[in-house]
């Protein structure tokens, strides 16, 4: 793989910095394959972690490469330099701005900005390769870590990606179903415990779905996941059994929230702790703690519409509007992450557009909906309860008129499901990838 040296040589007022080369870390993610070029093992470590997928694999794949340079003295010099160019402010996250502006040829410089937390450059010549000049090491596999994101998330989007509010998984079975869902609606959990079970996550928060044709996938859609961290609440972790764990875990210890810096017994959590923050795991956290491991992506077979509600028993039902139930889990344009920023000339999708795709979505995809209270039954049968409902819709049915009808209502018991559902015959991989937990912070 052919890339930038670790300073682009079309900014002339950056010296080459001293030290021999650094070591790439190549990641596969979906079909694109990354490389980060850096010898700080630490940070190794970290985006090892959070890239760890079981589908890691890639054909034909795209490059990118990010390459990693801590010198405060250069951040100064490339701010300088910038003080000598026509500048402007782009946002790349909710909060997060960047100064920019053209470097030499048809490269760019982007010098962080309010809302950032750590003080560092951005450059490119070609807007693939990317080097990341950093004043300090505390804060490096954040920044590397978000522009690795943005990179995959940039490259699905302008093949014509949908982003979506919701998480996803594969069941013991081999089925792929995608989550959608409001905030609390049990995404997170859910996709965690069909792991737990045997099965994969594929998305815990934010979901790109890829229509047919694009470049890259065959078939029909597919889910992509991003590479983000899975952040449970005090009532999962509590539910999961993971807080007696947690809490001699040192690993973990940078991204504990407050709730489990006491001792917890019997993975027992106060109310009080319910709402005191979220607890980010990378995926090879998840796969030392829960079992469950990730894939980056998975062609889709069916959607469940995650409704929360006090009820007492888990109710499924076709959706009565499909576009309306899974529109209303778009986004596009999404309200934090901005599109393109990366990009030689910035620009968000067409809204327009990505609603029309909805529509043939809708007609391709299955629809149901899962009304439960994700407390009282998010558990261990999370996985045959999702299998049981993805079996009462007949695959490629959606909510069409064709579909034969249902009741109004299809209850299971809390806990588990009615009989009927398949016994997993999908093998999880006898051998993991090798490596220990490490702490992952934000997004």
């Not at 009462?392 to 499901?417: I, K, N, W």
Request: charge should be neutral; include cysteine.
């Amino acid at each position: 793989m052919n890339g930038p040296r670790a300073v682009p040589d079309r900014f002339p007022w950056i010296p080459a910095p001293a030290g021999g080369a650094a070591r790439p870390l190549t990641l596969s993610w979906f079909d694109l394959r990354l490389e980060v070029v850096t010898d700080l093992d630490g940070v190794r470590t970290e985006i090892a972690a959070q890239h760890e997928v079981l589908d890691a694999a890639c054909g034909s794949c795209t490059d990118r490469r990010v390459t990693l340079v801590i010198d405060p003295g250069l951040v100064e010099r490339v701010r300088s330099g910038g003080t000598k160019r026509p500048s402007a402010s782009v946002e790349s996250f909710a909060g997060w701005w960047y100064e920019t502006w053209p470097g030499e040829g048809a490269g760019r410089v982007l010098a962080s900005g309010e809302g950032q937390e750590w003080d560092h450059v951005l450059l490119t010549e070609d807007f693939l390769s990317w080097t990341v000049v950093g004043a300090t090491v505390d804060g490096a596999a954040v920044a590397v870590g978000r522009l690795l994101r943005e990179l995959i998330r940039e490259d699905l989007v302008r093949r014509g990606a949908l982003m979506f509010h919701a998480g996803a998984a594969v069941l013991p079975d081999g089925r792929a179903v995608m989550l959608p869902g409001d905030a609390g609606a049990g995404k997170t959990s859910s996709a965690v415990r069909v792991a737990e079970a045997g099965g994969y996550v594929v998305a815990t928060d934010r979901l790109l779905l890829l229509p047919p044709g694009s470049a890259g996938s065959s078939g029909g859609w597919w889910m992509v996941g991003l590479p983000s961290t899975t952040r449970l609440g005090a009532g999962a972790v509590a539910a999961l059994g993971l807080a007696p764990r947690l809490v001699g875990e040192a690993a973990l210890g940078r991204s504990r929230p407050d709730w489990l810096t006491s001792p917890a017994r019997s993975g027992a959590l106060s109310e009080a702790s319910r709402s005191a923050g979220k607890l980010s795991l990378s995926n090879r956290d998840v796969r030392t703690l829960v079992g469950g491991g990730f894939l980056s992506a998975a062609p889709l077979d069916q959607i469940v519409v995650l409704r929360a509600q006090d009820i007492a028993r888990p109710e499924a039902t076709h959706c009565a509007d499909p576009l309306g139930a899974v529109e209303a889990h778009l986004l596009v344009p999404d309200p934090a992450y901005r599109t393109h920023w990366l990009a030689a000339r910035p620009f968000r999708e067409d809204a327009a557009a990505a609603r029309r795709a909805l529509g043939r979505l809708v007609a391709d995809v299955p629809v149901r909906q899962l009304s439960w209270s994700p407390a009282r039954h998010c558990d261990g049968a999370t996985a045959s309860l999702l299998g049981a409902v993805l079996q009462t819709t007949r695959p490629g049915g959606g909510c069409s008129s064709g579909v034969p009808a249902l009741p109004s209502a299809v209850a299971f018991a809390a806990g588990g499901c009615a009989g009927g559902f398949r016994q997993s015959v999908h093998q999880r991989p006898t051998e993991r990838p090798p490596g220990t937990t490490s702490s992952w912070r934000n997004e």
